[in-house]
């Protein structure tokens, strides 16, 4: 019965959905970012039932080709896509099956001629989803194609479960992206190759929230500067960026950066911006911490502190991402 | 060839000329009569001379032939070609040179400076120019600079034209101009500074030794503003742009397309200002194709895994009249001049009686029956055009 009810608000929800691709967080707009809300906390709430599953996408194929291998992530896609009752295809196609002469393209039309209706998609180099999309758009199909990550572009499902998992540690009863104005949001870390933080930049302005970004100046251009136009507020040194900070978000540090000349080693990157307990006492005393994983324990956040059930916020986000992955399958593709 | 006389707006830059007359066309123009300002729709031009493409034979036949080449540079209006030296083998051989001259009498061989383009040993010039090889080039001349200083050093100032591509390879190891379009698209950036460094140990070594060079492929205003004080200074140089870099810009990049992917990366609306206006006052002197054929399999991958260049040989005079002289970025004389007598200068080429009939209100679909290049890497691919080559006399 409440299953019905849920999905009676959700019917009402989805006709306010007209995008039919989910590639960037650049151009959502506020009211899209309400509806994504909304319906993954619906979905949070059926998740929670005995029964975890919903009809709204039976019949539906959602395909998840990574390019780019990621257990989480594509673990995430699938429950999601379980959940709500459709078809599930995971491909990770193999480097030699796209080394024989087969385009990134080819293997999205395959799918295509046998019927799928989402495209997840994760890509290693950035624009790999934006490009498949507009091919399927010309071949006039209308899959509808969702971006798992792709390079160092965009990660729109992180940075909405992030945001969720924001609002819902400020009022789990009805997280809305209107409670983060004026909070202050710090994200540290490896900002330059991050798909993760080029989404959250999007989606944590759009609400309000007063965004730090901190990293030492090789991983934090100032080009970030002028990356969107409200608010973003960049530092070189972690302090001033945790100081009052409400959240915290850390981003992993890949240890291929050595050898790029960006960071003289990993101990002074952990000395200088790792998350420690110590570190975090000039923040707000409510302040919790987020990372998207997986997570370099002991470099940009230390072992304790990720484990703290009071101050992580990292178990949330992987189960809030199951949530808001089927909150945006549901708008893009069981709206008829 | 059609006797029948026309009338068109008449540009030859060799001779200053920019009129509207009523011609016949033959072997030699005759002019019949001269007719009132803005009232002829066609134009007529010098056949245009490309100061570098790429060709794919020897080695790569499956991205473009001599034969395709050829065919596609006369139907976009290019009497005259230079290919660059990169094909497999590389172009260093005097017997490679003499075979490609007898491919195709309009195709001008421009050498490498050294033995496989290794970098390590000097070609042999005289052998190759003997051979028919009209100038030489590099596209790595930052890499070893005692190499490149004892090149220009033995050929000496009067023998060939040197063509060299400023750019610091350690600096420019990324696919996009960086600046906040990179950043947010998450493709790793090329400082200007990839250019301008090099464009400055160029000038320096042209210093050093007095051997004219020819600056290849400017992307940035401060590279035109560094060779504009260095020819005020009377340093034996010249430069040029590709086409492509008057035509797009980094914002364009958000589409991801991997036809975009070129070498050096596309700059700012400032930088394609600073060049049109580099092109206007003499500064830049040639507009070269830089034509890059690849095959589909290859450039159809994600945007930064993507072979650089695009073909450009018969889309270069409809775009650039297009998007320049019709939008009055600049002077439909000053393009002809950066397409025909610039280019003849730096390769030392004689004027041609060669011309060109040239409609810019035609309209037609870039594709597989309009184009003959055997390669489709280019954003303009199953795009509508405007501007077309009706008839040459070549």
């Known amino acids: 019965m409440i299953i019905v009810k849920a999905l009676g608000l959700l019917k009402t929800v989805s006709s306010s959905w007209s995008r039919k691709h989910v590639l960037s967080l650049k151009d959502f707009t506020l009211p899209e970012y309400e509806v994504v809300l909304k319906t993954a906390t619906s979905f949070r709430e059926v998740l929670t039932r005995r029964n975890r599953k919903v009809p709204t996408l039976q019949g539906k194929i959602v395909v998840n080709l990574f390019f780019e291998p990621s257990t989480r992530t594509r673990s995430s896609f699938e429950l999601a896509a379980k959940a709500l009752s459709a078809d599930v295809l995971n491909f990770t196609p193999s480097s030699s099956s796209l080394t024989k002469g087969e385009t990134i393209l080819d293997t999205a039309r395959t799918y295509l001629a046998m ?113 969107k136009e409200h608010g973003l ?104 | 060839m059609d006797r029948e006389p026309v009338q068109v707006r008449w540009l030859d830059p060799s001779q200053g000329i920019n009129q509207e007359v009523e011609v016949n066309l033959g072997t030699h123009l005759q002019v019949i009569q001269e007719l009132p300002i803005g009232s002829t729709q066609k134009v007529l031009l010098p056949g245009l001379v490309d100061l570098y493409s790429h060709s794919g034979e020897p080695g790569h036949e499956e991205r473009e032939t001599l034969e395709s080449l050829m065919r596609g540079a006369r139907a976009g209006g290019f009497v005259e070609v230079a290919i660059l030296p990169d094909t497999e083998p590389v172009i260093d051989d005097p017997s490679l040179v003499s075979w490609l001259k007898k491919q195709a009498p309009n195709l001008h061989i421009l050498a490498s400076l050294t033995v496989g383009n290794q970098g390590k040993e000097l070609v042999d010039t005289e052998e190759l120019l003997r051979a028919g090889a009209i100038g030489f080039t590099a596209e790595d001349a930052l890499k070893d600079l005692t190499l490149t200083r004892r090149f220009l050093e033995y050929l000496g100032p009067n023998a060939a034209p040197v063509l060299l591509w400023p750019q610091h390879p350690s600096l420019a190891k990324g696919v996009a101009r960086e600046g906040v379009w990179s ?55 010249t430069c040029s742009v590709a086409a492509g870099h008057l035509l797009h810009t980094v914002e364009e990049l958000v589409s991801f397309d991997p036809n975009l992917r070129v070498n050096p990366p596309f700059g700012t609306h400032e930088d394609q200002a600073a060049l049109l206006a580099g092109l206007a006052d003499g500064t830049v002197d040639v507009i070269s194709t830089d034509h890059s054929p690849w095959t589909y399999e290859e450039k159809v991958v994600p945007f930064a895994v993507a072979p650089p260049g695009m073909v450009m040989l018969e889309l270069a005079l409809p775009l650039l009249w297009t998007h320049l002289v019709k939008t009055q970025k600049l002077k439909a004389l000053d393009l002809v001049r950066a397409l025909t007598t610039g280019p003849r200068k730096v390769l030392g080429l004689p004027a041609s009686d060669s011309w060109v009939l040239f409609n810019p209100e035609t309209t037609w679909t870039a594709n597989s029956q309009t184009l003959h290049s055997l390669s489709q890497a280019t954003p303009w691919w199953g795009k509508t055009l405007q501007g077309c080559i009706e008839q040459t006399s070549f």
Do not use: W
């Open chain 1, 115 to 227: 019927g799928m209706d989402l495209l997840v998609i994760r890509h290693q180099e950035s624009g790999v989803p934006t490009i498949i999309s507009q091919d399927l758009d010309r071949l006039g199909s209308d899959v509808r194609v969702l971006n798992a990550g792709d390079g160092r572009h965009q990660h729109p499902t992180q940075g909405l479960l992030d945001l969720f998992t924001l609002c819902n540690a400020l009022d789990p009863t009805n997280p809305r992206p209107g409670l983060l104005k004026g909070i202050k949001v710090a994200i540290v870390g490896d900002i330059l190759h991050s798909r993760v933080a080029r989404s959250n930049l999007y989606s944590l302005s759009a609400s309000g929230a007063e965004v730090h970004l901190a990293a030492p100046p090789t991983l934090l251009p100032l080009y970030f500067q002028e990356f």
């Open chain 2, 183 to 237: 950043t947010e698209l998450g493709l790793i950036g090329v400082p200007v500074q990839a250019e301008t460094i090099a464009v400055s140990t160029i000038l320096d070594l042209v210093e050093l030794t007095g051997t004219p060079v020819h600056l290849m492929r400017l992307s940035c205003q401060e590279s035109v503003e560094r060779i504009r004080v260095a020819k005020a200074k009377g340093l034996p140089i």
């Open chain 1, 233 to 336: 507020i960049l530092h070189h040194r972690v302090e001033p960026a945790l100081e009052k900070a409400r959240f915290v978000m850390t981003l992993r540090l890949q240890k291929e950066r050595m050898g790029e000349f960006l960071l003289p080693s990993l101990r002074a990157y952990h000395r200088d911006f790792g998350l420690t307990r110590e570190r975090l006492k000039i923040c707000d005393p409510e302040v919790q911490v987020l990372h998207p994983g997986p997570v370099n324990r002991g470099v940009e956040i230390s072992s304790d502190l990720m484990d703290d059930p009071v101050l992580s916020l990292i178990p949330q986000q992987v189960t809030h991402g199951v949530a808001v992955r089927m909150a945006l399958l549901y708008l893009l593709g069981g709206g008829d």
